[in-house]
Nanobody, 133 residues
Framework: QVQLVESGGGSVQSGGSLRLSCVVS????????MGWFRQSPYSEREAVAH????????????VNRRFTISQDGAKNTNAKKMLYLRMDRLKPEDTAIYYC??????????????????????WGQGTQVTVSS
């Protein structure tokens, strides 16, 4: 059974930094996409950043050059993986619940295509990030 558990959220002032972590267990796909998404009470869920099993990354324009996605254990098909999101120069508009997600990448050329099809199958419970001005 695949499980994702986020941690690291909290409250910071504008310009501050946070690092989110996500423990991914029970995940045995050799080719995959993992990502961070966020949702605030006033907007739809949006993709923040993706990383795949080859360590290729992509970012939303709103967070590019401020956020960094990374992973540990990419080659461990039978062990836990860790997904991280380093967030620097945070802004009040970054306030949201942040979710990590994972999916089997088979049949997709990119994580972008997978996300477009709504194919992220596994989700964490979310962690709150609040940025005050």
């Amino acid at each position: 059974q695949v499980q994702l558990v986020e941690s690291g959220g909290g409250s910071v002032q504008s310009g501050g930094s946070l690092r989110l972590s996500c423990v991914v267990s029970g995940y045995t796909y050799s080719r995959y996409c993992m990502g961070w998404f966020r949702q605030s009470p006033y907007s739809e869920r949006e993709a923040v950043a993706h990383i795949d099993s080859d360590d290729s990354t992509s970012y939303a324009d709103s967070v590019n050059r401020r956020f960094t996605i990374s992973q540990d254990g990419a080659k461990n098909t039978n062990a836990k993986k860790m997904l991280y999101l380093r967030m620097d120069r945070l802004k009040p508009e970054d306030t949201a619940i942040y979710y990590c997600a994972a999916a089997d990448r088979s049949g997709y050329d990119s994580c972008h295509d997978l996300r477009r099809d709504g194919a992220f199958a596994y989700w964490g419970q979310g962690t709150q990030v609040t940025v005050s001005s």
